[in-house]
């Protein structure tokens, strides 16, 4: 079972989490990550990292954000690896604590 971010990732993308990674399943979009299914091993390393407590197992996504376990998916075939720790968003810190940031994720 993998494990998901969700909505409060967006316009913040913090990378704490993929610096833990022990097998490189973060992929990196605009201003979002997802995890690959296919790669995650379920460690939770990523999840205390996670600053936005983004990070859920599948079996634990909040009901209100069960549709990312889909857009992860998706999006881990479509966007680049990502290796190392960058910089968050310029604007992150305004972001972080909004809510219903769906519209605002770029693919």
Do not use: H
Not at 24 to 32: A, K, L, Q, S, W
Not at 57 to 82: C, G, H, M, T, Y
Request: proline letters at 7%; charged letters at 35%.
């Amino acid at each position: 079972m993998a494990y998901v971010v969700t909505e409060s990732c967006i316009r913040c993308k913090y990378t704490d989490c993929v610096e833990v990674c022990p097998v490189d399943c973060f992929r990196e979009g605009p201003n979002f990550l997802v995890i690959d299914p296919d790669e995650c091993i379920d460690c939770t390393l990523c999840v205390p990292e996670c600053p936005v407590s983004a990070i859920f197992s599948e079996d634990e996504v909040p009901e209100d954000q069960r549709d990312f376990i889909a857009v992860n998916a998706e999006l881990a075939k479509a966007w680049p690896v990502i290796l190392e720790k960058k910089d968050a968003l310029p604007d992150a810190a305004q972001w972080d604590e909004v809510k219903g940031k769906r519209d605002q994720l770029k693919r």
